[in-house]
């Protein structure tokens, strides 16, 4: 259990992110490039997690900057995975704190790779980009469809809509 | 003021509409950097802020490796100095033939009222980071603006041509490979003559573009850079030929290639200051 009135821990904070942020800095190359970890990430999350009123999507948003301006990619690319990893972290939050540590580790592997399809799919949109950006007008409508739909169920249903209000 | 067990961001706005507002920023951000092209002083700002601690970061890996050759490559590095030394013997008497031949070929010029060859400079960088970037590969090099480096020059290690400067900070900056993924290197077959595009597929392999399926290409052909486009000088050993496939639905072969450079050995590389260096098209 996490214990939010805790007032000292800033200490640990900045000294936890120094660290991810030195490991990161190492001279890492060819296959252990490849397989290095996001160090600045899981720890800010983990911050995240147990000191949400002090990290939250701003440090995570500064730490994706860095993490990008770092790996010489595109400015933002990291930042965008970075803030949606804190907001899945708040969403999972009452979860997350339930649960033992190995628990948490599997509870977080799903949200790291959804964090890690969020950078590709970044890269590939800036380096690939696709015939315009069209593919994404249809999710509008897309959005625009399920209204309708959702509106025509409530037609024939006048009562339950009342009942709702 | 923090209440206990109560979340201060639940009394603000919701999560929800933070990640839009963020993501916005972030989208923004992407925008800029690419289609504006505004953020280069912030990577610049960055650049010169994060250096030193790259620096420092470099010793600890630096010292390991300085211990362990200490004691494991005695024997390896005498080998490696007769055979250097051999080397330089040899090489000794293909500059004296150098500079016999280029005095013939600047008085030819002369005769022929050519333009001189111009004389290419070199500075040498130390490779300082690397970035791990999933579509492209760079180098930071511990060498900038300060030095003399400017975006478009090409860059050798001792066996080949490793890539071009991208983008440069003051006191560094980073090279592009020739393997990156799209990057584009005007070739010549060293066997043949024949001309080409090379281009970067990622994950260190090269492709040579647009070679009709008659083409004279074998595996193990080197290729040389060809000097059309101004921005490489001609005759840098840029790939070797690996693979060589005839797919029946394309007029061109596929040929698979890899770079001549050592990209995870060479330590040190040369910056060649071309007179008039031109950013990739």
Not at chain 2, 205 to 221: A, H, I, K, N, Y
Request: include cysteine; hydrophobic fraction near 50%; glycine fraction near 8%.
């Amino acid at each position: 259990m996490s214990t939010l009135q805790d007032t000292g821990r800033w200490p640990a904070i900045t000294t936890t992110l120094v660290v991810a942020f030195l490991l990161v800095l190492l001279p890492w190359r060819g296959g252990l490039l490849d397989v290095r970890p996001d160090f600045l990430l899981v720890v800010g999350l983990f911050w995240v997690l147990h000191s949400p009123e002090r990290v939250g999507f701003a440090l995570l948003f500064a730490l994706g900057l860095l993490t990008d301006f770092l790996d010489g990619v595109v400015l933002g690319q990291h930042a965008l995975a970075y803030v949606v990893g804190a907001y899945l972290v708040l969403q999972l939050r009452l979860r997350l704190l339930r649960f033992d540590p190995v628990r948490q580790a599997v509870q977080m592997l799903p949200v790291f790779l959804a964090l890690q399809l969020v950078v590709f799919l970044v890269g590939w949109l800036v380096v690939r980009p696709p015939e315009g950006l069209m593919m994404f007008v249809p999710v509008i409508l897309h959005a625009l469809l399920w209204f309708g739909l959702a509106w025509w169920m409530l037609l024939g249903r006048p009562h339950r809509r009342a009942g709702r209000m | 003021m923090v209440v206990p067990g109560q979340l201060s961001y639940v009394r603000r706005l919701g999560a929800t509409s933070r990640l839009a507002l963020w993501s916005a920023l972030a989208a923004a951000v992407i925008w800029m950097d690419v289609r504006v092209g505004a953020l280069e002083g912030v990577r610049g700002a960055l650049a010169l802020a994060v250096s030193p601690v790259q620096h420092a970061m470099r010793v600890p890996a630096d010292l390991a490796r300085e211990i362990a050759g200490f004691l494991t490559r005695h024997h390896a590095l005498q080998r490696e100095r007769d055979a250097l030394l051999a080397e330089r013997a040899r090489y000794r008497l293909v500059e004296q033939a150098a500079d016999e031949l280029s005095r013939e070929n600047a008085e030819l010029r002369a005769l022929l009222r050519q333009a001189q060859r111009r004389e290419i400079a070199a500075l040498t960088a130390g490779r300082l980071f690397q970035g791990r970037d999933w579509f492209s590969q760079t180098l930071i090099l511990d060498r900038g603006a300060s030095a003399g480096v400017r975006a478009g020059m090409p860059v050798i290690d001792g066996e080949g041509l490793l890539g071009q400067i991208t983008r440069v900070y003051a006191t560094q900056s980073e090279l592009t490979l020739v393997a990156s993924a799209e990057q584009l290197t005007p070739v010549m077959n060293a066997r043949t003559g024949q001309r080409g595009l090379a281009a970067g597929l990622g994950n260190g392999r090269m492709e040579l573009r647009f070679m009709p399926s008659q083409s004279d290409v074998v595996e193990g052909d080197v290729l040389l850079t060809s000097g059309l486009d101004g921005i490489y000088p001609a005759g840098l050993p840029v790939a070797t030929v690996t693979r060589i496939g005839r797919p029946s639905a394309s007029p061109y072969l596929r040929i698979d290639c890899v770079p001549v450079a050592g990209i995870d050995r060479s330590r040190q590389v040369l910056v060649l200051q071309l007179p008039a260096s031109r950013e990739q098209p």
